[in-house]
């Protein structure tokens, strides 16, 4: 569920099948790599650790990480 958009970082609550925005944003900032990534373009991100990937990629590398 998307809240009205502004411009700069939203806050999301992710979920096991979607998130939901808890503060008006256009965008989240990769937890591994810093860059933005527009809310229409989410796709990967960790429940248990609440925070975003830009790629499968980074996803798979933080979540087998461990860290």
């Given at each position: 569920?998307?809240?009205?958009?502004?411009?700069?970082?939203?806050?999301?609550?992710?979920?096991?099948?979607?998130?939901?925005?808890?503060?008006?944003?256009?965008?989240?900032?990769?937890?591994?790599?810093?860059?933005?990534?527009?809310?229409?373009m989410l796709r990967y991100?960790?429940?248990?650790?609440?925070?975003?990937?830009?790629?499968?990629e980074i996803a798979t590398?933080?979540?087998?990480?461990?860290?």
């Amino acid at each position: 569920m998307l809240m009205n958009s502004s411009t700069g970082p939203a806050r999301l609550l992710y979920g096991p099948n979607g998130f939901r925005q808890m503060t008006p944003g256009d965008h989240v900032v990769c937890a591994v790599t810093g860059a933005p990534i527009p809310l229409d373009m989410l796709r990967y991100w960790s429940v248990e650790r609440q925070e975003p990937y830009a790629t499968a990629e980074i996803a798979t590398q933080r979540l087998m990480s461990g860290a």
